[in-house]
Nanobody, 120 residues
Framework: QVHLVESGGGLVQAGGSLRLSCAAS????????MGWFRQAPGKERGFVAA????????RYADSVKGRFTISRDNAKNMVYLQMNSLKPEDTAVYYC?????????????WGQGTQVTVSS
């Protein structure tokens, strides 16, 4: 059974930083591109960042480019999202996902989410 478990969310002031983690189990982790998505209240879930299975390539939504960094550790089955210069509009539930491929916005598996709240 596949499990993706996010952690690291919380309340932070605008301009601050958070590091989200996602622990994966039950899948061949190093064959999957991984991604982060987010969903704010009243909005659809949207793409944030993705990373190839090797970690060599990444891509980001324009709204987070230059502020967020996705990374992974295949030895630990972990994927991370370092979020800097946070803004109130970054407030959302953040989800980790195992992508169908690096360029896809579709995913085979996703976690339960972790709440990020950025106060102004």
């Amino acid at each position: 059974q596949v499990h993706l478990v996010e952690s690291g969310g919380g309340l932070v002031q605008a301009g601050g930083s958070l590091r989200l983690s996602c622990a994966a189990s039950g899948l061949t982790f190093n064959t999957y591109a991984m991604g982060w998505f987010r969903q704010a209240p009243g909005k659809e879930r949207g793409f944030v960042a993705a990373i190839t299975w090797s970690g060599r390539n990444t891509r980001y939504a324009d709204s987070v480019k230059g502020r967020f960094t996705i990374s992974r550790d295949n030895a630990k089955n972990m994927v991370y999202l370092q979020m800097n210069s946070l803004k109130p509009e970054d407030t959302a539930v953040y989800y980790c996902a195992a992508l169908r491929n690096f360029f896809s916005y579709e995913y085979d598996y996703w976690g339960q989410g972790t709440q990020v709240t950025v106060s102004s």
